[in-house]
Structures are given as C-alpha cells and as structure tokens.
C-alpha cells in the first residue's frame, strides 16, 4: 500500500511541475506618439479567437508591463489610456516555458474634427435683478404644450 502511495505521489509531482513548465510570461512596453512612455496605461491580454479577457495590467513609471504564468495559446495585446487611441498588437504564440517580448505599442493622440458647433442658452425661470425678481414664464414646465385656448 505504501509503494503504491509513494508511486501516486512521485507521478502527481512530476505532472505538476511539467504543468508550472508549460506556461509563459509576456512582456513589453507603451509609449505616447512622441516615444515617451506611458505611466498608468492599460494593457489586456486576449485570446485571439475570440478576444475575450484573459488578464489586465497597468504600465510602470517607465512604460513596461508584464503578464506571467500564462497558459499555452494564441494571444494578442490591447493599449489603451485616456486621450489617446487604442492600440493593438499582432497575434503570437505562448508555447512552453518561454518569455514573449511584443514590440513597442505607440498610442497616438485622438483626433476629432467637428463639422459645426450649435451654442444654445435658456433663460432660468428666475432672476434676481437689483431692484426686481423677474419670472420668465416661457421657461416655466407648466407652459410646455400649452396651446392659446
């Protein structure tokens, strides 16, 4: 009984440590349109099948993140910071053990043009003037849909 214990365990040990083998780390870097790097940027790992979520992490002072114990698959890298345009990585492969070093995700400004800009004002119901309080009934709620009958 007891070998046959020992043997269980000494199989379970070596299946776990070609399980803690068969994982990777991924690493790499943001930075801005202009090369600096971005503190406080997230970065989400995906699955490439479907995107869907895997693990989320924000940038160092420097720019750099890093995933660790990551599963053999297909994957790619999301950017993101506010004022600036997403970013994403190409497709790559996690296979046994190795370190994966995407290249440097460079996050550019949004640009928004505007075609036309319409400034509208309303009178509040009350105004206090120096010598006089003035109600502007036309913006009053109960005028709303009222017709001259």
């Not at 269980?8 to 083998?21: Q, T």
Request: with cysteine; net charge positive; charged share 15%.
């Amino acid at each position: 009984m007891k070998i046959k214990r020992l043997v269980i365990n000494f199989i379970a040990f070596f299946l776990a440590i070609a399980f803690c083998k068969a994982q990777g780390s991924i690493r790499g870097t943001v930075v801005d349109g202009n090369g600096q790097p971005l503190h406080g940027a997230s970065v989400l790992l995906l699955h490439s099948k479907d995107s869907s979520f895997l693990k989320g992490s924000i940038t160092e002072k420097n720019g750099n993140y890093l995933f660790e114990q990551i599963s053999v698959g297909s994957y790619f890298i999301s950017s993101s910071y506010t004022g600036l345009k997403e970013t994403y990585s190409h497709t790559f492969l996690v296979s046994n053990g190795n370190i994966i070093l995407i290249p440097t995700l460079r996050n550019f400004e949004k640009s928004i043009d505007l075609e036309k800009v319409n400034v509208t004002a309303k009178k509040p119901l009350f105004e206090q003037k120096i010598d006089r309080m003035v109600i502007n009934v036309a913006t009053s709620i109960t005028n709303t849909g009222s017709t001259a009958l």
